[in-house]
């Protein structure tokens, strides 16, 4: 049976509404020669920044694949996929800002990002754990999530804030 687990939605939403907050101005502070242009760029950065939120992990009885976007592919994120008797073990190394990241090591001596910003991560913990055999109950989330959350409600308080000061 195939389990697609999607990016987080709290990681989603904090990029999209963090974009947004920062840009919705310039087409209205802009010059009217360069109106247009910023529109565009408005427009496209906005396809983009949704485009590359929209990765997503995929699991069947034989392995474990990471799917990106066109978009992401061309920003160099890249599709991979692993059967789940070549990996070895899952490693752990440790950020700057003091949580872990996790990686899938192969038989290969490949490393794979372990995909820690998905909806329903304990799920996926639990098919990776019983497909591998490997203990999964150090790994989490990268980040705490109330700090996606937070930086949703700070952008929507600026998009808010910034509506308020066009309107008046």
Not at 18 to 38: G, N, V
Not at 50 to 79: A, H, L, M, Q
Request: glycine residues 4%.
């Amino acid at each position: 049976m195939t389990e697609t687990f999607k990016t987080l939605f709290f990681v989603k939403s904090s990029l999209i509404s963090l974009y947004l907050a920062l840009t919705i101005p310039i087409p209205f502070i802009s010059t009217d020669k360069l109106r247009i242009p910023s529109i565009i760029a408005f427009v496209l950065g906005s396809y983009l920044i949704i485009n590359i939120t929209s990765d997503y992990v995929e699991t069947c009885n034989k392995k474990i694949s990471y799917k990106t976007s066109f978009v992401s592919k061309v920003i160099g994120r890249k599709n991979w996929e692993i059967p789940w008797k070549d990996i070895r073990l899952i490693k752990s190394l440790p950020t700057s800002q003091g949580s872990k990241v996790y990686y899938f090591n192969t038989d290969k001596g490949n490393n794979f990002l372990f995909p820690q910003r998905v909806e329903d991560l304990e799920k996926l913990l639990l098919i990776v754990s019983k497909n591998t055999g490997i203990s999964t109950n150090a790994l989490s989330y990268i980040s705490p999530l109330w700090t996606y959350k937070l930086l949703t409600l700070i952008s929507g308080a600026m998009i808010i804030g910034e509506l308020i000061a066009f309107l008046h």
